[in-house]
C-alpha cells in the first residue's frame, strides 16, 4: 500500500510558474514509475507526465512538453512537477499517482492516488 500526498498548488497568473510536489510512504518508493494527471471541471482526467522509477526517463503531453520538468528523489520519496510559463487552461486539479509499469500514460495502469491540489492560473 502506497500513500501519496500532493502540495504546492495554488492561485498564480499566466505565465508565472508553481513547483509541485508529492510525497511517498514506505520503503519501496523507487519501485514505482511516478506520474502527473490532473482534471479540469467538465473534462476527463488527463495525462500530464510521467517519470520511470530510476528516474532515467520522462514524458511529457504534449500540452506541457518544454514547460515543465518532473523529478524525483528516491533517497527522500519525492517527485516534483515544476511548472513554468502556465496558462489559464492549465486551470485543473493536479493528481500525484505511482504504478509499477514503466512509463505509462494511461491513467488505469496506474494502482494508487494522492487526493490531489488545486492549480488556478488567472489571465
Known amino acids: 500500500q502506497v500513500q501519496l500526498v500532493e502540495s504546492g498548488g495554488g492561485l498564480v497568473q499566466a505565465g508565472g510558474s508553481l513547483r509541485l510536489s508529492c510525497t511517498a510512504s514506505g520503503r519501496t518508493f523507487s519501485n514505482y514509475a511516478m506520474g502527473w494527471f490532473r482534471q479540469a471541471p467538465g473534462k476527463e482526467r488527463e495525462f500530464v507526465a510521467v517519470?520511470?522509477?530510476?528516474?532515467?526517463?520522462?514524458s511529457y503531453a504534449n500540452s506541457v512538453t518544454d514547460r515543465c520538468t518532473l523529478s524525483r528523489d528516491n533517497a527522500k520519496n519525492t517527485v516534483v512537477l515544476q511548472m513554468n510559463s502556465l496558462r489559464p487552461e492549465d486551470t485543473a486539479v493536479y493528481y500525484c499517482?505511482?504504478?509499477?509499469?514503466?512509463?505509462?500514460?494511461?491513467?488505469?495502469?496506474?494502482?494508487?492516488w494522492g487526493q490531489g491540489t488545486q492549480v488556478t492560473v488567472s489571465s
Open positions: 499517482a505511482a504504478t509499477i509499469h514503466y512509463r505509462p500514460t494511461i491513467s488505469t495502469l496506474y494502482n494508487y
Open positions: 517519470i520511470s522509477r530510476t528516474g532515467d526517463s520522462t
